[in-house]
């Protein structure tokens, strides 16, 4: 299962995207397997498949609603690519280690 989930959230809106702490986000609610909700130890929210992430880090929180994910993350200054790997969605990648 994955260790890093991708997914597209557009910078310029930063829907889906709260500050909570300074340092730390959450994210919008997502549709995620339970398993791979319990496995994620990274989130990247990308403003698009072709862009380098605007917001990511590691997962220190989350929580579920109406079958749906809620990360809480720790900010890293660290961008990711979109992944190509197989397993994506049109909203979501998952990387497995």
Not at 11 to 27: A, E, K, L, V
Not at 58 to 66: G, H, L, N, Y
Request: glycine share 4%; proline share 6%.
């Amino acid at each position: 299962m994955p260790s890093r989930i991708h997914f597209v959230c557009r910078s310029d809106t930063r829907r889906g995207y709260t500050t909570t702490h300074p340092g730390t986000f959450t994210t919008a609610a997502w549709r995620v397997s339970d398993r791979a909700a319990a496995e994620v130890e990274v989130v990247a929210l990308h403003h698009s498949k072709k862009d380098q992430s605007w917001a990511q880090g590691r997962v220190v929180a989350k929580s579920k609603k109406d079958n749906r994910w809620i990360f809480t993350v720790a900010l890293s200054d660290d961008p990711y690519v979109w992944p190509t790997d197989p397993k994506r969605g049109p909203e979501k990648a998952y990387v497995s280690s």
